[in-house]
C-alpha cells in the first residue's frame, strides 16, 4: 500500500475511533469556561437591598457538576441566623448552569427554625472571570411553609484569585 493510502486509512481509523468518544459542544471554548473555583459575589433582592457572599463551586464526579458551598456577610444576622449553604450545581449548556443551595436556620434563642435556600440561574461572561445570574431566594419554617421568597435576586459574581505574599 502507498504512503498516501496508508495516510489516509490511519486518519479514517482515528476519526472512527474517535467519534463515539466525542460530546456535542466539547472543545475548547466549552472547556475554558468553567465554573469550578470561588467567586466574590454581590446579591441584590428584588427590594434593592444588597449584601456580599462567597460562592464556592467544587467539581464532582463529572466535569458537568459538583457542589456548592455559599455564605453571606448577613448569614448571622437576627431573626434567623442561618449556617452556611450547602448544594449541587451542573452545566446546562454554553456558559450556562444551574445552582441550588440551602442551610439550617434559627430562631433568636438558637432553636431550629428552618432552612433558607437559593435556586441559581448563571450565566459565565465571556472573559470566564466574572458572571451574572437571576436567583430565588426562600425561607422555609420547620413546618415546611415558604415564610418569605423572592424571586427577583440578581447576582453579579467575580471569581476569586490567588493573591501572593
Known sequence: M???????????????????NARAGDGPKQSQYRLEGTWDV??????????????TIIPGSTPDGGSVLHSTDVS??????T????????REGYRRFVASYHGFSFDENLQPFGRIGFR??????????????????EEIDRDGNVVFSDPAVQAYDVRQLVEGP
Do not use: Y
Not at 2 to 20: C, Q, S, T, W, Y
Open 2 to 20: 502507498n504512503r498516501g493510502k496508508r495516510l489516509f486509512l490511519a486518519a479514517a481509523i482515528a476519526m472512527v475511533v474517535a467519534v463515539p
Open 120 to 137: 441559581h440561574a448563571i450565566t459565565l461572561n465571556k472573559n470566564a472571570q466574572s458572571f451574572t445570574g437571576q436567583a430565588v431566594f
Open 83 to 90: 449556617l452556611p449553604e450547602q448544594g449541587v450545581w451542573r
Open 42 to 55: 454581590l446579591l441584590t433582592l428584588g427590594d434593592g437591598t444588597q449584601f456580599q457572599s462567597v460562592l
Open 76 to 81: 448571622l444576622r437576627p431573626p434567623h441566623p
